[in-house]
């Protein structure tokens, strides 16, 4: 069955009332049986799979772009804010980095199989622990599209049946992509069932998702608090949680300023609708009278929206009012929240009250403050002197990534290849018996 017949006969099936957990559990069983499948794939057949996945999107564009378009009218006439309609776009090169993703994904080392570490007993007996895919992944993302892209590809290199959920905005664009996902699986004699879309917006099908350990391995949710909390709220599957990009950048009173004023746009208008994005910026007061006025205005050129306690008022007044929920929006969109805080001490207790702990940065030339701030804020990704938008996992070299794990079990930071493994120990004798 093809991914359009899959969602045609599930849309018939619900329109005679059909529940939707009997619709998700076929998927289920369907993506259980791929995956045993799949693990033992070789490196090759991946690669092959990944590679003719790419070429079936660049093949492909213009009905991928349609589909996009579709959604992207549908996502217009709902009133989506023009931050949200950013995430969902798809254009050319954006369909190119997408295509060219999984072409790095295929370029990546294959994880499964990996010895992680060797060693041998004084009874002879010999010792491997070797990296193994997790078996099936429910992955529960809003309106991202390239997400598709990279959730399935990344699952695919670590040999892991993957169950996708993007949100109901990017439903045509998705099934688009997953269509050369397909094309790719069939060109390596892969399973199409490797790699499945939750052929239904319903929301009762995410219920059905977190609540069927019998068929999925770990559920990956991608989204706002709302989303997250719920899954974790609900799920009797593992979680990686990718939380909220409360994302900040401290600038140090040992900042340079040409650093500072750099990062600091950057971090928030370089891409405003992404994870990675700084939603607010902490300044020293120590130096706050001479920088923050400078910062201030390179980013109210870039188009940005001020919103500043009560000391950074006062030295840009043209900043509106911050309020106490400022500090814990996730903007997506042209607005910064300002704090003046007092040194290092300040901005790692603000990060520790509002962030959440996704990705943070300092600006300094102080070596000794910098490795106090990487040491004592605990998030999954913090950095010295660099915009917070390389919180990606194509970044750090990881081909693409899946999400950033705001956690701190199993995975954290950016989700890639490895993150998507577990592992089992291999123990040989040659005929050993335990006294």
Not at 53 to 64: K, L, T
Not at 159 to 186: K, Q, V, W
Not at 417 to 429: A, M
């Amino acid at each position: 069955m093809t991914l359009a017949d899959s969602i045609d006969a599930s849309t018939a099936t619900q329109s005679t009332g059909e529940d939707v957990s009997v619709v998700m559990a076929d998927i289920g069983r369907r993506a259980r049986a791929a995956a045993a499948i799949l693990a033992q794939a070789s490196s090759e057949a991946k690669d092959i799979a990944l590679r003719g996945a790419a070429a079936a999107i660049r093949a492909n564009a213009e009905p991928i772009l349609d589909a996009n378009a579709r959604d992207l009218d549908a996502a217009k006439a709902k009133g989506l804010r023009d931050s949200l309609i950013d995430r969902l776009l798809l254009d050319a090169d954006r369909l190119e980095s997408v295509a060219a993703g999984l072409e790095a994904i295929a370029d990546l080392p294959d994880p499964v199989g990996t010895v992680m570490a060797e060693w041998s007993r004084p009874n002879g007996l010999g010792f491997q622990r070797v990296r193994t895919p997790l078996g099936v992944i429910g992955i529960i993302y809003e309106a991202r599209p390239n997400v598709t892209a990279d959730a399935g590809g990344l699952c695919l290199k670590a040999g892991n049946a993957a169950i996708l959920r993007g949100g109901s905005e990017s439903f045509h664009s998705s099934r688009a992509i997953i269509d050369a996902l397909h094309a790719g699986l069939r060109n390596a004699g892969l399973p199409v069932d490797a790699i499945l879309q939750v052929p239904t917006t319903d929301r009762a099908a995410v219920s059905a998702l977190l609540t069927m350990p019998e068929y999925i391995d770990v559920i990956v949710p991608r989204g706002g608090r709302s989303l997250i909390e719920r899954v974790q709220n609900e799920s009797r599957v593992p979680v990686f949680a990718h939380l909220e990009g409360l994302c900040h950048v401290y600038l140090d009173r040992a900042a340079d300023p040409d650093k500072a004023v750099a990062i600091a746009v950057n971090a928030k208008m370089r891409r405003t609708s992404v994870c990675g994005a700084a939603e607010t910026l902490l300044v020293d007061r120590a130096v706050a009278a001479e920088l923050l006025p400078r910062v201030a205005t390179a980013l109210s050129d870039a188009g940005c929206a001020l919103r500043g306690d009560e000391a950074a008022r006062a030295l840009v007044p043209s900043m509106d009012a911050a309020n106490e929920e400022d500090w814990s929006t996730e903007y997506l969109d042209a607005i910064l929240s300002v704090a003046v805080v007092d040194g290092v001490d300040g901005a790692i207790a603000h990060i520790g009250r509002w962030g959440s702990h996704h990705t943070d940065s300092i600006v300094t030339e102080n070596t000794d403050t910098a490795e106090r701030f990487l040491a004592e804020v605990d998030s999954a990704i913090v950095l010295h002197n660099a915009s917070t938008q390389f919180a990606d996992g194509g970044e750090f070299g990881m081909g693409a990534e899946i999400g950033i794990s705001t956690g701190r079990l199993h995975a954290r930071g950016p989700v890639g290849t490895e993150q998507l493994t577990s592992f089992k120990y291999l123990v040989r004798g040659n005929g050993q018996t335990r006294p």
